[in-house]
C-alpha cells in the first residue's frame, strides 16, 4: 500500500497539469503519443526479451493497450467536456470496476471487496458535485470508458505476473507494457491527431516530458508493482485516493474556490472504506487458518 499512496501523491499533480496547460491547447492525441513514447523510453533498456514466452509477453501487451493506449485516449478527451474536479469525480466508479471485473474473472463475489469499493466511491461522491451542465452526460461517459480500461489493464497485469511469472524483476518485463500501450497509440495519432496543434511553448514541452519520463514511465510500474502486492479490495480503494488528492492539489495550487469540508468528509470516508478493507481481510484470513 505504501507503494501505491507515492504514487497516487505524484500523480495528483497530472489532472491539474492536463487540464489547466494542455487540454484544448495541445493536441490530445500528440500529448498521450508523446507521454507513452517516453515511458516506453525509459524502459526498453530493461527489457529482455528471451525471459518470458511469446504468449506472456502478448499478455502485458494487451494490458498495456488497455491501461494506457485506450485509457489515455478516453482520459485526455474528458477534459474537453469537464473541469479538473469533475473528471477526477467521475473516476469514482474505477473501484467497483476493479472488484467486478476481477470477480467476474474468479465467477464469484467478495462481499467484503465489494463494500470497501462502494464506501470509496460514496467518500469521493461526497467531496464535490457540480450541477449537470453542457457536456456533462458526454464526459461523464468518456470517463467510464476510461475508468473500464484503466482497471482491466491493472487487474489483468495483477493476475498475469501472479499466475504466469511471479518470480521475474518486474523491471525486466514491464516494457511489455509500454509497447501494447504504443501499438494502439501510434495508429490513434496517425488517424485522428492534428499536427497543427502540437506544443508552442516550452512549459508545455516541459510538462509533457515530466508526465511521460516520471508519471507514466516510473508512476505506471510503480503503481502496478504495488498492485501485485495487495489483495484486489485494497487495489479498488487506493484507486480512490487519488480523487481526495488530485483535488486538493488543484485548490492549492489553482483553483481555491472548492469546498475544503466536504474534501475533508469524503477523504474520511475513503479511510474507513479502508479500515472495512482491512477488517474484512483479516476475518477471511482468520477463517482459512481455522479451517
Same mark, same amino acid.
Given at each position: 500500500?505504501?507503494?501505491?499512496?507515492? =504514487?497516487?501523491?505524484?500523480?495528483?499533480?497530472?489532472?491539474?497539469?492536463?487540464?489547466?496547460?494542455?487540454?484544448?491547447?495541445?493536441?490530445?492525441?500528440?500529448?498521450?503519443?508523446?507521454?507513452?513514447?517516453?515511458?516506453?523510453?525509459? $524502459?526498453?533498456?530493461?527489457?529482455?526479451?528471451? +525471459?518470458?514466452?511469446?504468449?506472456?509477453?502478448?499478455?502485458?501487451?494487451?494490458?498495456?493497450?488497455?491501461?494506457?493506449?485506450?485509457?489515455?485516449?478516453?482520459?485526455? +478527451?474528458?477534459?474537453?467536456?469537464?473541469?479538473?474536479?469533475? =473528471?477526477?469525480?467521475?473516476?469514482?466508479?474505477?473501484?467497483?470496476?476493479?472488484?467486478?471485473?476481477?470477480?467476474?474473472?474468479?465467477?464469484?463475489?467478495?462481499?467484503?471487496?465489494?463494500?470497501?469499493?462502494?464506501?470509496?466511491?460514496?467518500? %469521493?461522491?461526497?467531496?464535490?458535485? +457540480?450541477?449537470?451542465?453542457?457536456?456533462? =452526460?458526454?464526459?461523464?461517459?468518456?470517463?467510464?470508458? %476510461?475508468?473500464?480500461?484503466?482497471?482491466?489493464?491493472?487487474?489483468?497485469?495483477?493476475?498475469?505476473?501472479?499466475?504466469?511469472?511471479?518470480?521475474?524483476?518486474?523491471?525486466?518485463?514491464?516494457?511489455?507494457? $509500454?509497447?501494447?500501450?504504443?501499438?494502439?497509440?501510434?495508429?490513434?495519432?496517425?488517424?485522428?491527431?492534428?499536427?497543427?496543434?502540437?506544443?508552442?511553448?516550452?512549459? +508545455?514541452?516541459?510538462?509533457?516530458?515530466?508526465?511521460?519520463?516520471?508519471?507514466?514511465?516510473?508512476?505506471?510500474?510503480?503503481?502496478?508493482?504495488?498492485?501485485?502486492?495487495?489483495?484486489?479490495?485494497?487495489?479498488?480503494?487506493?484507486?480512490?485516493?487519488?480523487?481526495?488528492?488530485?483535488?486538493?492539489?488543484?485548490?492549492?495550487?489553482?483553483?481555491?474556490?472548492?469546498?475544503?469540508?466536504?474534501?475533508?468528509?469524503?477523504?474520511?470516508?475513503?479511510?474507513?472504506?479502508?479500515?472495512?478493507?482491512?477488517?474484512?481481510?483479516?476475518?477471511?484470513?482468520?477463517?482459512?487458518?481455522?479451517?
Amino acid at each position: 500500500m505504501p507503494i501505491l499512496i507515492a =504514487v497516487t501523491l505524484l500523480w495528483a499533480f497530472s489532472f491539474s497539469l492536463i487540464g489547466v496547460y494542455l487540454a484544448g491547447q495541445v493536441d490530445a492525441w500528440f500529448s498521450v503519443l508523446m507521454r507513452v513514447t517516453l515511458a516506453t523510453v525509459v $524502459f526498453l533498456p530493461f527489457l529482455k526479451l528471451r +525471459q518470458i514466452e511469446a504468449k506472456i509477453a502478448f499478455k502485458l501487451m494487451i494490458c498495456g493497450a488497455l491501461q494506457l493506449g485506450i485509457m489515455y485516449g478516453f482520459y485526455y +478527451q474528458s477534459f474537453l467536456y469537464l473541469s479538473v474536479p469533475e =473528471v477526477l469525480l467521475f473516476t469514482v466508479m474505477t473501484p467497483l470496476y476493479v472488484t467486478l471485473i476481477n470477480d467476474m474473472l474468479d465467477r464469484r463475489l467478495n462481499i467484503g471487496f465489494a463494500i470497501s469499493a462502494i464506501l470509496a466511491i460514496l467518500g %469521493a461522491i461526497a467531496i464535490r458535485y +457540480q450541477g449537470i451542465d453542457e457536456g456533462f =452526460v458526454k464526459g461523464l461517459l468518456i470517463v467510464q470508458g %476510461a475508468n473500464i480500461c484503466f482497471a482491466s489493464g491493472q487487474v489483468g497485469y495483477k493476475r498475469i505476473i501472479a499466475k504466469e511469472r511471479p518470480d521475474l524483476p518486474q523491471r525486466t518485463v514491464f516494457g511489455w507494457f $509500454f509497447l501494447g500501450a504504443l501499438a494502439v497509440v501510434i495508429p490513434c495519432y496517425l488517424a485522428l491527431g492534428n499536427p497543427e496543434k502540437l506544443p508552442t511553448t516550452t512549459l +508545455q514541452w516541459s510538462i509533457l516530458t515530466y508526465l511521460g519520463v516520471i508519471a507514466s514511465g516510473l508512476g505506471y510500474f510503480a503503481w502496478n508493482k504495488g498492485a501485485t502486492m495487495v489483495n484486489i479490495g485494497t487495489l479498488a480503494v487506493a484507486n480512490n485516493l487519488l480523487i481526495p488528492a488530485g483535488i486538493l492539489v488543484n485548490v492549492i495550487f489553482w483553483n481555491r474556490d472548492a469546498d475544503i469540508l466536504r474534501l475533508s468528509i469524503g477523504g474520511g470516508i475513503i479511510l474507513l472504506a479502508l479500515w472495512v478493507n482491512d477488517k474484512f481481510n483479516q476475518k477471511h484470513a482468520k477463517a482459512q487458518t481455522t479451517a
